[in-house]
């Protein structure tokens, strides 16, 4: 059975509570950031040029981008050791803390399944002690699932457009919202505001969400 289908199966959603479905990199963690300092202390550098990961990690001094086969392992290697690189966003904690009195939350994220331990850890010890569901692929048709088992509202965030239209797809009725944390990102990141609510700061987007759920 696949790993992200047994978390599916055993995370718990109360039959009539509003939904938070949230997603983890560059939405409760500054994932590029954290990268960029890990990367760095293995001699490389981020440069921020493009919304992509691979194609953005040079050797300092070299115009052309790392492989990405060496790419890759420096991905793998920061899910595995880096999650002390990994700072939390600013006022996530305290968002999900406030929404949770009020709603299920649960997290939606497609790390890969070799760094499970380290980011439940990284989760737990930030104050994101919430189910977690380590997810695959498209989110839609997991964020459809968890959405099912309420009769109440349900929201998903993301910073990914891919993901947002995916849960567009298979789940119209969630309200979606693009949230993308690291300020160098922001202008890099594809969006579609008409579609999905776009808001980068917490307290705002708490605010946004409270009105979808709460009224
Ligand atoms: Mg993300």
Known sequence: MEPSSTDLQ????????????????????????????????????????RYALFQNIYRPGETEHLDLIAGRMLFDDFFRDGSGDLLPAIGAADALADLSGRADVVILTNAPEHGRQ?????????????????????????????ASRTSGPSVFIDDLLPQLDSVATSAPAITRFQMVADERLRPLAPADPERHTRIDLWPELKTAIELKLFL
């Open 10 to 49: 055993t995370c718990k959603v109360r039959a009539d509570a509003p939904l938070v479905i949230v997603d983890v990199d560059e939405v409760l963690a500054r994932f590029m950031h954290g990268f960029g300092t890990f990367i760095a202390r293995h001699g490389f550098e981020l440069r921020f040029d």
């Open 118 to 146: 380290s980011r439940a850890r990284w989760l737990k010890t930030h104050g994101f002690d919430y189910p977690l569901v380590i997810n695959s692929g498209p989110k839609g048709p997991s964020a459809a699932d968890l």
